[in-house]
């Protein structure tokens, strides 16, 4: 990954931010074609009314205007300014009311009064505005001018895929969202190092252990969706995966365990975790909230954590305009597809090994261990003989790094010797 | 359960209190026609001499009265004032003796002297009087005229048995010994709970999933008479159970676990006491005293933990005169019938569910979520999306309550608003 | 064991002391001379250039003298004076060199000043000296006169074993090392121990449940070349053992885990350890020094853990001539006498055994119980039913000793009653 890379990825959140996303609708459309400069991205869409297990793919929404206007031609409230501003999935409107009348329609925050709260209403028609609570105090009584130049109609909805090759028909699975309007860490944070991650895996394209899947969804009914058109693949192919998401900020790494919460997936990203911060915070699956409820509902069961930086719902920016490009960095990011990249590994390194030899081999010989033997020098290359002592067929790498203690990375590069001097070899497994 | 029956409880322990029990005789069936009045309880007589795996039903013991005289014709210890004075299946006996003869028959508590203590002597023919070590100082030297109208005699062991029927033929097993004189808490506290739990269940006949067993035996030789005479049949048809014991004190409630320690009847247990109160006394095997020996005993190995308020040997009133109607309270006694009424309703709605729809259902449709999504809301209903996540048909509904940490009462509201929906439905398993 | 058997532990090793042992050479013959004077130890010869897994046995090293000899012709080193100051497996050589040339020959512990360190090159040709590093400090500028009157040449390795037999052919085996030149607890402590352990159990052949194989072994090429002659037997017959090193000492007991960690070996150690001290060191398989690190390599696996006072490394005499005959003890190696006969006497009484009665037995009528119950005698012979309560054909009696929190010994006095009663009989299994 490049330096230049890098920095990219703090210039796509910035040219994402502005777009007005929804579960359908153009602003996903407009998402993907600024990733598809980065990724071939496949874009599908799905007919509005779509069966999807339990669920039905609402009809596709639009906004292009909407605002309270005062008696004095004040736009008090504007979509123009703020795409929070509308409470997403609202009906077209146009008419006059009483502040009072109007109130019930208005969205606040009375704890953070200085903030516009995010609002949805996907699968109940109405219309409402968010705004700052002080801003809503500050009304007058009297008329206000309402219009919201919105479409709710059967069109589709649209969703992201792609896929690099591996050895394996064995899939490692990311799942991130792409449904939200101008908030930074939830959600763009996911879809940029999800993009980033992807294009740095192009160049590795047939030559990783497993295949890689990356899906960009509208959350819970896209989620849904994939899984119901796919769920015959995914039972037999997915081998571990991650949701991203909420990973731009500069909170500690946080991972939230899949519903059997000992599956290869948790495996490797507590391993990982460990190793990069010793304080990272691991969430049990009770604390989920994004599509990991959808990959690990009963009867699905992927093996899906999630992992995260400040995990959703615990910190005061969450859904809310405070959620903006302050809120999330450049190295943040960095650091967060830093441990992505070493979650992948991890799942590439992770074989079962066997030694060739029987008892200790004669490390001597093959220089990997010092030809005399004092009280000071008696723990050289213990390391070398501790790998070995658990490459025993049965521990993969990643249970040998956790009985001696040591990352993952640093056990592979012993075992990169071992290889070498043919002291051990691949179990077939 | 009527407000009546609660003060009931309390009534019936007071009339069966004065009755002289022991492990056979007519104070046992005197207790049973009491019994009698609240359920059909059955008497069974099983003649003395009968073999019961390593043990005989001995003779049967009555005594009509009992006490020591001075040389003033004084009866300074007499059966008439408390039948705890008689070593339980003492031998007829007429004479007069010197003190230091008389001292040799008596049995006292220096470290308690004012109560009397409760002493049998069953399978050793000998005779002897209970008293207060400081009653005891109190006699002077001289001749006591001794006198004791009992018999022992070739006759039976009584043990009554209650079954309330239900739709499965496996049984959930409740145990209650009845053969102490007159203390309380151990044992009427037992044998009440179990009659008015018994009375209880009867208007459920016919409708429970369990059948419900109620035995009032002998402690030890009824218990191992019952089990070797239905040894068969309880092996294949036991499911849980309890002893009963020691339950009218105002203690904090106990637990003490099978022999194997993980069986259904501990998890029941457990669960309950964890969820009406956070600090009761758990007992591992090892402190076992009462009939759980016989049923837990290796090859027999039935499920059945014992549940008590303060365990037997624990509290200083424990087998001595202090042990009387002022140290249990019918407040106790409700409590315990309540917690008992928990136990088994637990047992009854302890179903394995599985999901009817893949990924999450939208609760929305059902009334069951509501359809704006708001920062402060999105908590909503967790509990119904917790009880979806795990309603796995693997997870029993004990094993759900546990996971999400409520009492499965509370999980078993939501179950049934999953029912009405079918969101869920019975495991076959 | 008689006392005299234990005073003679004490001078075996101060006979054994002043032997230059190495990993061949006669001093390894001398040494099973005098063991032979205990058991009839079987030496065996492997020809120099035997292959053993990865490993030829090298060719046989002895010494008959060594110095650094000053101008003024003192010899400022002296082998006659400790066989430490001869580099194990040192070359041949004769000459003259300068101060500092001779100093790349010179081994010295820097932060022990004043002790000579033990330093070995067995696989590579070279020479060298080892002494105080204050005394080399004190070496004036000039020539020395170098004399190593060694002969490194086609031999044989020596090794010595002795098998007590059994009624079974499962053997329990012991390994300790004889390679060391004069220190006293690593390595002469175990040996010794060895010897004596070996020499009582010789009384009881034929009649013990196990078959007992002690093997005195050079340390690791010793281990891997037993394993290379008998992987076959050993993998069919061993069941259990122990290394036995650095046990002379006065330290506290330590135990070091086979690399399974709960072999029958490491119930054992611990359960026995646990209830001579509880303030014992167990050590994980990482910790790892001796000949274990063979018997438990990946595809030997053998259950064999290690049993030490003071861990090899963790001592500060360790390897130095501090380790000498006042830094172990007649009483200690004593103590480590008995220990290891607790340990075999665990193997041997370490039976399943099962209730011959259903329920608890009248114990009574064996004398077992008091036939009166009294509320101060019910905790009487308790632990004649805890015994019971678990001999149910399914934990062995470690396993009936770790439940009821008492030593095995103890336990297998109370199945001695039972079995005499014809109350429990031996499971088959």
Known sequence: LTDKMKNEMYELLERLFPITRSITGNGVRETFSIIQEHIPLIQHEVPSGTKAFDWIVPDEWNIRDAYIMDDDGNRVVDYQQSNLHIVSYSVPFEGTLTLDELKKHLFTLPEQPDLIPYVTSYYERRWGFCMAHNKMNELKDGNYHIKIDSSLEPGSMTYGEFVVKGKSEKEILFSTYVCHPSMANDELSGPVIATFFAKSLMDRAGSTKYTYRFLFLPETIGAITYISKNFDRLKNIVFGGYVITCIGDSGKFSYLKTRAGNTISDRVAMHVLK??????????????????????????????????????????????????????SPMALNESLSMVERLIETFEINNIYICIKSCEPQLGKY??????????????????????????????????????????????????????????KLAKR
């Not at 190793?275 to 599509?291: A, K, V």
């Not at 069961?301 to 959703?312: A, C, E, F, T």
């Not at 521990?395 to 051990?424: F, G, M």
């Open 367 to 424: 220089g990997l261990y010092n030809n005399i033997s004092k009280k000071d020098m008696i723990g050289q290359n213990r390391l070398i003989k501790d790998v070995l002592a658990y490459c025993d067929g049965q521990h993969d790498l990643l249970a040998v790094a956790e009985v001696i203690n040591r990352p993952i990375w640093t056990v592979k590069s012993i075992i990169d010797q071992l290889l070498n001097h043919k002291l051990i």
């Open 275 to 328: 190793h990069i911060t010793h304080d990272y915070n691991l969430y049990e699956f009770l604390d989920r909230g994004s599509d990991e409820r959808q990959y690990n509902a009963p009867g699905v069961d992927l093996p899906i954590g999630s992992i995260m930086r400040s995990k959703h719902r615990t910190y005061p920016e969450y859904h809310t305009s405070a959620d903006n490009l302050d809120f999330v």
